[in-house]
């Protein structure tokens, strides 16, 4: 069947450094895949979307990789800062049109 | 330019009641979407319109879960009766065309006693 799977354990971090996400899927063939940052209360906002052929996206901070050989898909925040700290979510497009998929987000706390 | 907005933003009601939840899109998005978020698990597609018409409904419970578009704009999301297992947060999210970023309202978070 098919699964999107990121960690579901919080990451800690420290300030400054860089945090590293995680989104692996299986029987998928994704199109699209993108990022999407839900702070409590909130619906998510949209950070990034990277293209099946595409290696790599970057904004500002943000970096997105990904791997449909090894399916997966990386997210980096550079010199991460407490205001990162948020539940990030990672979504699976298989075609333009067809519904997204989420995975179960991943916690963030970036301590000062 | 104004985002999502959805109404009301809380809920509380007995199971076998019925409810309702409101959404208005961003002005010119065609496509608009339902999605079911329970707690610690990311949102769950219920049901996807383009205009006014249903582009996917696959994953709603149609036995107590009703949508409608009207007008190509705002939209209803219906339960009839609610079982416990339905508190959680319904997202509204609408986008230009699909495949491009979804905007998200607020969310409704509903809770059935």
């Known amino acids: 069947s098919q699964k999107i799977e990121q960690n579901s354990e919080a990451l800690n971090i420290q300030e400054g450094k860089t945090a590293t996400l995680t989104c692996n899927y299986t029987?998928?063939?994704?199109?699209?895949l993108q990022w999407y940052r839900q702070d409590p209360g909130r619906g998510p906002v949209f950070l990034l979307l990277?293209?099946?052929?595409?290696k790599e996206k970057r904004k500002e901070r943000l970096k997105v990789t990904f791997d449909t050989t090894l399916k997966q898909s990386l997210f980096h925040i550079t010199a991460s800062q407490p205001a990162d700290s948020a539940t990030y979510l990672c979504?699976?497009?298989?075609?333009?049109?067809?519904?997204?998929?989420f995975g179960g987000g991943t916690r963030l706390m970036v301590k000062p | 330019e104004a985002g999502v907005a959805q109404s009301p933003r809380y809920k509380i009601i007995e199971k076998r009641q019925s409810v309702a939840f409101w959404c208005n899109p961003i002005?010119?998005?065609?496509?608009l979407y339902w999605y079911q978020q329970i707690l610690g698990q990311g949102p769950k597609l219920l049901i996807q319109?383009?205009?006014?018409?249903?582009?996917?409904d696959s994953q709603l419970p149609k036995d107590r879960f009703s949508a409608e578009r009207l007008k190509g704009v705002d939209s209803t999301l219906k339960i009839q009766p609610a079982k416990l297992e339905d508190s959680a947060v319904y997202l509204c999210?609408?986008?230009?065309?699909?495949?491009?970023?979804?905007?998200f309202g607020p969310g409704t978070r509903l809770t059935v006693t």
């Open positions: 979504a699976l497009e298989a075609n333009a049109g067809n519904m997204l998929t």
């Open positions: 990277i293209r099946e052929n595409e």
């Open positions: 002005s010119g998005h065609a496509t």
């Open positions: 999210a609408s986008s230009n065309d699909p495949g491009t970023p979804e905007y």
């Open positions: 029987n998928y063939s994704p199109a699209y």
């Open positions: 319109f383009q205009n006014n018409g249903v582009v996917d």
